[in-house]
Protein backbone atom coordinates (compact mmCIF):
# COMPACT_ATOMS: atom_id res chain seq x y z
CA UNK A 1 0.00 0.00 0.00
CA UNK A 2 2.93 2.47 1.02
CA UNK A 3 4.71 1.79 -2.07
CA UNK A 4 1.54 1.86 -4.10
CA UNK A 5 0.29 5.34 -2.62
CA UNK A 6 3.82 6.64 -3.62
CA UNK A 7 3.43 6.28 -7.00
CA UNK A 8 0.69 7.81 -7.31
CA UNK A 9 1.98 10.81 -5.50
CA UNK A 10 4.86 10.50 -8.77
CA UNK A 11 1.94 10.25 -11.03
CA UNK A 12 0.62 13.41 -9.79
CA UNK A 13 3.92 15.18 -9.36
CA UNK A 14 5.33 14.29 -12.30
CA UNK A 15 5.71 17.58 -14.03
CA UNK A 16 7.92 18.12 -10.94
CA UNK A 17 10.13 14.85 -10.14
CA UNK A 18 10.68 14.47 -13.74
CA UNK A 19 10.69 17.77 -15.08
CA UNK A 20 9.92 18.46 -19.23
CA UNK A 21 13.33 19.57 -19.62
CA UNK A 22 14.93 21.20 -23.00
CA UNK A 23 18.96 20.05 -23.29
CA UNK A 24 19.33 23.97 -23.26
CA UNK A 25 17.50 23.79 -19.51
CA UNK A 26 19.37 20.75 -18.58
CA UNK A 27 22.87 22.55 -19.53
CA UNK A 28 21.44 25.48 -18.18
CA UNK A 29 21.29 23.58 -14.49
CA UNK A 30 24.18 21.49 -14.55
CA UNK A 31 26.74 23.88 -16.47
CA UNK A 32 27.53 24.19 -20.25
CA UNK A 33 30.81 21.43 -19.75
CA UNK A 34 28.90 19.21 -18.14
CA UNK A 35 28.43 15.70 -19.80
CA UNK A 36 25.64 13.76 -20.13
CA UNK A 37 23.41 10.76 -21.99
CA UNK A 38 19.40 10.56 -22.36
CA UNK A 39 18.78 6.78 -21.85
CA UNK A 40 15.57 5.50 -22.96
CA UNK A 41 14.85 4.58 -18.69
CA UNK A 42 15.91 5.38 -15.68
CA UNK A 43 16.75 1.61 -15.12
CA UNK A 44 19.19 1.76 -18.04
CA UNK A 45 20.90 4.97 -17.01
CA UNK A 46 21.53 3.05 -13.53
CA UNK A 47 22.49 -0.18 -15.20
CA UNK A 48 25.57 1.93 -17.45
CA UNK A 49 26.59 4.01 -14.40
CA UNK A 50 27.25 0.74 -12.59
CA UNK A 51 29.01 -0.83 -15.31
CA UNK A 52 31.03 1.98 -16.19
CA UNK A 53 32.14 1.40 -12.33
CA UNK A 54 32.79 -2.14 -13.55
CA UNK A 55 30.51 -3.78 -11.15
CA UNK A 56 29.82 -7.21 -12.16
CA UNK A 57 28.12 -10.76 -10.91
CA UNK A 58 29.95 -11.49 -7.68
CA UNK A 59 30.63 -7.84 -6.86
CA UNK A 60 29.58 -5.61 -4.07
CA UNK A 61 27.83 -2.44 -4.32
CA UNK A 62 26.83 0.22 -1.17
CA UNK A 63 23.75 1.63 -1.19
CA UNK A 64 21.13 3.49 0.67
CA UNK A 65 18.51 1.65 2.67
CA UNK A 66 15.55 4.28 1.91
CA UNK A 67 14.77 5.89 -1.20
CA UNK A 68 16.83 3.89 -3.80
CA UNK A 69 14.74 1.12 -4.73
CA UNK A 70 16.01 1.32 -8.82
CA UNK A 71 19.64 1.16 -8.14
CA UNK A 72 19.24 -1.43 -5.75
CA UNK A 73 17.34 -3.61 -8.38
CA UNK A 74 19.77 -2.42 -11.01
CA UNK A 75 22.68 -3.78 -9.06
CA UNK A 76 20.70 -7.30 -8.31
CA UNK A 77 19.80 -7.57 -12.66
CA UNK A 78 23.78 -7.50 -13.14
CA UNK A 79 24.55 -10.25 -10.72
CA UNK A 80 26.25 -7.97 -8.12
CA UNK A 81 25.39 -7.89 -4.22
CA UNK A 82 24.02 -5.01 -2.65
CA UNK A 83 25.02 -4.26 0.82
CA UNK A 84 22.71 -1.70 2.77
CA UNK A 85 23.07 1.24 4.41
CA UNK A 86 20.71 3.32 6.90
CA UNK A 87 20.69 7.18 7.20
CA UNK A 88 21.97 10.12 9.25
CA UNK A 89 19.10 10.82 11.64
CA UNK A 90 19.81 14.73 11.43
CA UNK A 91 18.80 14.08 6.86
CA UNK A 92 17.56 11.09 6.45
CA UNK A 93 20.52 9.82 4.25
CA UNK A 94 22.70 7.51 3.97
CA UNK A 95 25.51 7.63 6.83
CA UNK A 96 29.37 8.00 6.13
CA UNK A 97 29.97 6.55 9.12
CA UNK A 98 28.30 3.31 8.12
CA UNK A 99 29.46 3.19 4.79
CA UNK A 100 33.13 3.28 6.49
CA UNK A 101 32.19 0.16 8.42
CA UNK A 102 30.52 -1.83 5.71
CA UNK A 103 33.92 -1.10 3.58
CA UNK A 104 35.73 -1.89 6.13
CA UNK A 105 33.69 -5.27 6.75
CA UNK A 106 33.75 -5.98 3.14
CA UNK A 107 37.70 -5.89 2.95
CA UNK A 108 38.02 -8.11 6.13
CA UNK A 109 35.58 -10.55 5.07
CA UNK A 110 35.33 -10.77 1.59
CA UNK A 111 38.57 -9.57 0.46
CA UNK A 112 37.62 -6.92 -1.76
CA UNK A 113 36.40 -3.28 -1.71
CA UNK A 114 32.88 -2.69 -2.85
CA UNK A 115 32.53 -1.56 -6.91
CA UNK A 116 30.63 1.53 -5.91
CA UNK A 117 28.41 3.17 -3.74
CA UNK A 118 25.28 4.48 -4.75
CA UNK A 119 23.60 7.53 -2.55
CA UNK A 120 20.11 8.99 -2.51
CA UNK A 121 19.36 12.33 -2.25
CA UNK A 122 16.18 11.19 -0.27
CA UNK A 123 13.06 13.05 -0.38
CA UNK A 124 14.72 16.13 -1.98
CA UNK A 125 17.56 16.94 0.83
CA UNK A 126 20.79 16.36 0.06
CA UNK A 127 23.00 14.08 1.67
CA UNK A 128 25.64 15.48 3.91
CA UNK A 129 28.64 15.32 0.30
CA UNK A 130 31.33 16.37 2.29
CA UNK A 131 31.35 13.42 4.38
CA UNK A 132 30.52 10.57 1.65
CA UNK A 133 32.78 12.08 -0.91
CA UNK A 134 35.53 11.93 1.76
CA UNK A 135 35.03 7.76 2.43
CA UNK A 136 34.75 7.23 -1.01
CA UNK A 137 37.90 9.21 -1.89
CA UNK A 138 39.60 7.48 0.63
CA UNK A 139 39.19 3.60 -0.01
CA UNK A 140 39.20 5.12 -4.33
CA UNK A 141 35.39 3.80 -4.96
CA UNK A 142 33.33 5.86 -7.27
CA UNK A 143 30.32 7.21 -6.31
CA UNK A 144 26.57 7.42 -8.16
CA UNK A 145 24.56 9.96 -7.16
CA UNK A 146 20.03 8.89 -7.22
CA UNK A 147 18.96 12.50 -8.08
CA UNK A 148 15.70 11.39 -8.70
CA UNK A 149 12.98 13.91 -6.92
CA UNK A 150 16.32 16.00 -5.86
CA UNK A 151 16.94 18.39 -8.81
CA UNK A 152 16.94 22.02 -7.57
CA UNK A 153 18.77 20.50 -4.11
CA UNK A 154 22.46 21.71 -3.66
CA UNK A 155 24.92 21.49 -1.02
CA UNK A 156 27.49 23.65 -0.12
CA UNK A 157 25.89 25.74 -3.02
CA UNK A 158 26.82 23.04 -5.32
CA UNK A 159 24.06 21.55 -7.38
CA UNK A 160 23.21 17.48 -6.23
CA UNK A 161 24.41 15.41 -9.08
CA UNK A 162 27.84 17.16 -9.45
CA UNK A 163 29.13 15.64 -7.23
CA UNK A 164 30.38 12.29 -7.77
CA UNK A 165 31.42 10.21 -11.22
CA UNK A 166 28.05 9.71 -12.00
CA UNK A 167 24.39 10.91 -11.03
CA UNK A 168 21.09 9.77 -12.49
CA UNK A 169 18.04 12.05 -12.86
CA UNK A 170 14.56 11.06 -14.34
CA UNK A 171 13.07 13.71 -17.02
CA UNK A 172 10.54 13.42 -19.10
CA UNK A 173 9.97 13.29 -23.05
CA UNK A 174 7.38 13.40 -25.62
CA UNK A 175 7.81 9.49 -25.57
CA UNK A 176 8.50 8.64 -21.95
CA UNK A 177 7.91 5.60 -20.44
CA UNK A 178 6.16 5.41 -16.88
CA UNK A 179 9.38 4.94 -15.33
CA UNK A 180 10.79 8.50 -17.57
CA UNK A 181 14.22 8.79 -19.09
CA UNK A 182 17.34 8.51 -17.35
CA UNK A 183 19.39 11.48 -17.55
CA UNK A 184 22.94 10.42 -17.16
CA UNK A 185 25.35 12.51 -15.89
CA UNK A 186 29.47 11.38 -16.52
CA UNK A 187 32.54 12.15 -15.87
CA UNK A 188 34.35 9.60 -18.29
CA UNK A 189 35.92 10.86 -21.00
CA UNK A 190 35.89 8.36 -23.89
CA UNK A 191 32.19 7.46 -22.81
CA UNK A 192 30.47 7.66 -26.07
CA UNK A 193 32.89 4.90 -27.27
CA UNK A 194 32.06 2.59 -24.48
CA UNK A 195 28.58 3.58 -24.31
CA UNK A 196 28.20 2.53 -27.83
CA UNK A 197 29.80 -1.01 -27.01
CA UNK A 198 27.10 -1.19 -24.15
CA UNK A 199 24.25 -0.59 -26.30
CA UNK A 200 24.90 -2.89 -29.09
CA UNK A 201 25.80 -5.56 -26.51
CA UNK A 202 22.96 -5.47 -23.98
CA UNK A 203 20.17 -3.39 -26.43
CA UNK A 204 20.08 -0.59 -24.31
CA UNK A 205 18.54 2.35 -26.07
CA UNK A 206 19.11 6.20 -25.41
CA UNK A 207 18.52 9.48 -27.64
CA UNK A 208 20.30 11.78 -28.92
CA UNK A 209 17.86 14.88 -28.54
CA UNK A 210 15.41 16.42 -25.94
CA UNK A 211 11.94 18.36 -27.13
CA UNK A 212 10.92 19.50 -23.69
CA UNK A 213 9.00 23.25 -22.74
CA UNK A 214 10.04 23.21 -19.09
CA UNK A 215 12.21 26.23 -18.88
CA UNK A 216 14.41 26.02 -15.68
CA UNK A 217 12.55 29.52 -14.44
CA UNK A 218 9.13 27.74 -14.42
CA UNK A 219 11.02 24.96 -12.89
CA UNK A 220 12.29 27.22 -10.27
CA UNK A 221 9.41 29.14 -9.50
CA UNK A 222 7.40 25.86 -8.96
CA UNK A 223 9.75 25.37 -6.20
CA UNK A 224 9.77 28.18 -4.77
CA UNK A 225 6.05 27.83 -4.45
CA UNK A 226 6.26 24.81 -2.82
CA UNK A 227 8.77 26.15 -0.65
CA UNK A 228 5.66 28.55 0.56
CA UNK A 229 3.56 25.69 1.57
CA UNK A 230 6.60 24.09 3.11
CA UNK A 231 6.85 27.26 5.34
CA UNK A 232 3.35 27.23 6.48
CA UNK A 233 3.41 23.61 7.60
CA UNK A 234 6.71 24.28 9.75
CA UNK A 235 4.96 27.42 11.24
CA UNK A 236 1.86 24.60 12.28
CA UNK A 237 3.61 21.60 13.15
CA UNK A 238 6.36 23.81 15.09
CA UNK A 239 6.91 23.08 18.74
CA UNK A 240 4.75 20.22 18.64
CA UNK A 241 5.38 17.18 20.16
CA UNK A 242 5.43 14.30 18.59
CA UNK A 243 4.91 15.54 15.17
CA UNK A 244 8.01 16.19 13.73
CA UNK A 245 8.35 18.21 10.17
CA UNK A 246 11.60 18.25 8.45
CA UNK A 247 13.33 20.90 9.61
CA UNK A 248 17.08 21.30 7.67
CA UNK A 249 19.43 21.99 10.95
CA UNK A 250 22.69 23.05 8.92
CA UNK A 251 23.39 25.41 6.51
CA UNK A 252 24.66 23.98 3.95
CA UNK A 253 22.06 21.71 2.85
CA UNK A 254 19.43 23.22 0.89
CA UNK A 255 16.56 20.86 -0.23
CA UNK A 256 14.35 21.36 -3.35
CA UNK A 257 11.33 21.50 -0.78
CA UNK A 258 9.35 19.68 -3.62
CA UNK A 259 8.44 17.46 -0.97
CA UNK A 260 6.68 18.51 2.90
CA UNK A 261 7.56 15.52 4.67
CA UNK A 262 6.23 14.47 8.21
CA UNK A 263 6.48 12.20 10.87
CA UNK A 264 4.62 11.05 13.60
CA UNK A 265 6.32 9.50 16.83
CA UNK A 266 5.12 5.87 17.34
CA UNK A 267 5.84 6.26 21.45
CA UNK A 268 3.69 8.98 21.55
CA UNK A 269 0.80 8.68 18.52
CA UNK A 270 0.76 4.77 18.10
CA UNK A 271 -0.49 3.29 14.64
CA UNK A 272 -1.72 7.08 13.49
CA UNK A 273 0.52 7.46 10.43
CA UNK A 274 -2.20 5.46 8.36
CA UNK A 275 -4.70 6.89 10.02
CA UNK A 276 -3.67 11.09 9.35
CA UNK A 277 -2.69 9.69 5.75
CA UNK A 278 -6.66 8.15 5.26
CA UNK A 279 -8.09 11.28 7.02
CA UNK A 280 -5.92 14.23 4.37
CA UNK A 281 -7.54 11.63 1.96
CA UNK A 282 -11.19 11.80 2.86
CA UNK A 283 -10.80 15.70 2.83
CA UNK A 284 -10.39 15.68 -0.76
CA UNK A 285 -6.50 15.82 -1.20
CA UNK A 286 -4.67 13.23 -3.00
CA UNK A 287 -0.98 14.09 -3.31
CA UNK A 288 -0.50 12.73 0.27
CA UNK A 289 0.86 9.12 1.40
CA UNK A 290 2.96 7.24 3.74
CA UNK A 291 6.82 6.71 3.29
CA UNK A 292 7.55 3.50 1.90
CA UNK A 293 9.35 0.88 3.96
CA UNK A 294 13.15 0.66 4.44
CA UNK A 295 14.01 -2.06 1.63
CA UNK A 296 16.00 -3.76 3.95
CA UNK A 297 12.81 -4.95 5.65
CA UNK A 298 10.84 -5.69 2.96
CA UNK A 299 11.64 -9.14 0.23
CA UNK A 300 13.23 -9.53 -1.66
CA UNK A 301 15.99 -7.12 -0.40
CA UNK A 302 15.74 -8.31 3.53
CA UNK A 303 18.67 -11.14 3.31
CA UNK A 304 21.33 -8.69 1.72
CA UNK A 305 23.78 -7.40 4.45
CA UNK A 306 22.78 -4.01 6.32
CA UNK A 307 24.58 -1.56 8.44
CA UNK A 308 22.93 1.29 10.31
CA UNK A 309 20.61 1.20 13.80
CA UNK A 310 17.12 1.28 12.34
CA UNK A 311 17.11 5.01 12.32
CA UNK A 312 15.94 4.59 8.68
CA UNK A 313 13.17 2.30 9.08
CA UNK A 314 12.23 4.83 12.14
CA UNK A 315 11.44 7.17 9.98
CA UNK A 316 9.58 4.89 7.12
CA UNK A 317 7.80 3.71 9.49
CA UNK A 318 6.45 6.75 11.05
CA UNK A 319 6.45 9.31 8.16
CA UNK A 320 4.32 11.07 5.63
CA UNK A 321 4.26 13.48 2.64
CA UNK A 322 1.78 16.02 3.08
CA UNK A 323 0.16 17.35 0.04
CA UNK A 324 2.62 20.11 -1.70
CA UNK A 325 1.61 21.25 -4.58
CA UNK A 326 1.68 24.92 -5.37
CA UNK A 327 -1.72 25.28 -6.05
CA UNK A 328 -2.52 24.60 -2.66
CA UNK A 329 -4.33 27.78 -1.67
CA UNK A 330 -4.14 28.92 2.33
CA UNK A 331 -7.35 27.24 2.63
CA UNK A 332 -6.47 23.99 1.36
CA UNK A 333 -3.60 23.94 3.68
CA UNK A 334 -5.80 24.67 6.38
CA UNK A 335 -7.84 22.00 6.23
CA UNK A 336 -4.70 19.39 5.90
CA UNK A 337 -3.13 21.24 9.04
CA UNK A 338 -6.97 20.26 10.88
CA UNK A 339 -6.60 16.92 9.72
CA UNK A 340 -3.46 16.17 10.70
CA UNK A 341 -4.31 17.51 14.31
CA UNK A 342 -7.91 16.12 14.89
CA UNK A 343 -6.53 12.94 13.68
CA UNK A 344 -3.78 13.02 16.48
CA UNK A 345 -6.40 14.28 18.84
CA UNK A 346 -4.28 17.54 19.35
CA UNK A 347 -5.65 20.99 20.32
CA UNK A 348 -4.49 23.44 17.35
CA UNK A 349 -2.61 26.50 18.70
Given amino acids: MDLERLRKYS ?38 ALQFCNVAEGDFVLTQAIGAKMALDSIIKLGASPILIDSEAANWNISAMMIEVAINQCVLTKGCRPKAIVVKHYMGVPAFMDEVVAVAKRHHIPLI ?10 FNGKACGTFGQYAIFSIRGSKMNKSGL ?17 VERDGLGYR ?52 SPLVVQERLFPH ?34 FYGCMVGSDICTNGLILPSNSSLSISDIDKIVGAVFKTLGIKRK
Fill in 11 to 48: VLNSFLLSPDFSEGSIREYLGDDTKFKVLNSVGDAFSL
Fill in 145 to 154: EDCIGSMGAS
Fill in 272 to 305: KRDEVVQAIADAGFEDCCAFPPSLHTVDPYKNFP
Fill in 182 to 198: GLLVHSVPRFDDLLQKL
Fill in 208 to 259: GDLDGTFSLSEFRRELSLRKRVFDIYTSAFSDIEGVNFYKCLVPNVQPNHAY
